[in-house]
């Protein structure tokens, strides 16, 4: 039995799921992932976070809102993906308010993070990114403005920044994270 790659098993499984763990689907290209999106749109979100994903399903999970997948039973959400990228997202930043004022105290620095991983500061990110426009939402979130609340777009791009980590590490995520910074 060949054991799940790394990046099968970040799934965020809710009461309603069935006992059995659904099998990872096999890997696809972007294209097929999104029927309904314009590769080109994709290629062009992967070169403002200057990464390209490898798994289009990552990346399909990672634009993929919780109340699309209530109506696609068979499809994962991005909700594990954007815990595990605040997690990197906050360690990046960290870093780099370290790095740039090593002698700073922690109650300058707490409050100076805290700013930059907001909701509000997120959202700014994924709306230059274009977010709104890639990810999947139910018809009911569509049609209330989804595509464009707060939440949603920082949940989405944390999400993407987990889904960048757990494929390739932390690096990437630094990259892009200081390219939307403007570090």
């Known amino acids: 039995m060949r054991p799940a790659s790394r990046t099968s098993r970040w799934r965020c499984r809710t009461p309603s799921d069935s006992a059995a763990p659904t099998p990872p689907s096999p890997s696809k290209s972007i294209e097929r992932s999104f029927v309904a999106v314009d ?15 490898r798994d289009a399903d990552l990346l399909a999970r990672a634009l993929t809102h919780s109340s699309y997948a209530n109506e696609h039973p068979l499809l994962d959400h991005n909700e594990a993906l954007a815990f595990v990228g605040d997690a990197a997202l906050s360690l990046v930043v960290a870093e780099r308010l370290c790095a740039d ?14 700013e ?19 990810v999947r939402l139910g018809r009911g979130e569509a049609a209330t403005g989804g595509a464009t609340r707060e939440s949603i777009l920082a949940t989405t791009l ?26």
């Open 116 to 134: 930059l991983v907001s909701g509000a500061a997120l959202a700014r990110w994924a709306t230059a990114l274009d977010v709104g426009g890639l």
């Open 39 to 53: 590769p080109a749109r994709l290629a062009e979100l992967q070169q403002r976070l200057a990464y390209r994903f």
């Open 158 to 183: 944390e999400a993407l920044l987990g889904a960048m980590y757990v494929e390739a590490g932390l690096d990437p995520v630094r990259r892009a994270v200081a390219h939307l910074a403007s570090w």
């Open 101 to 114: 004022d090593p002698a700073a105290p922690v109650g300058v620095l707490t409050p100076r993070r805290a």
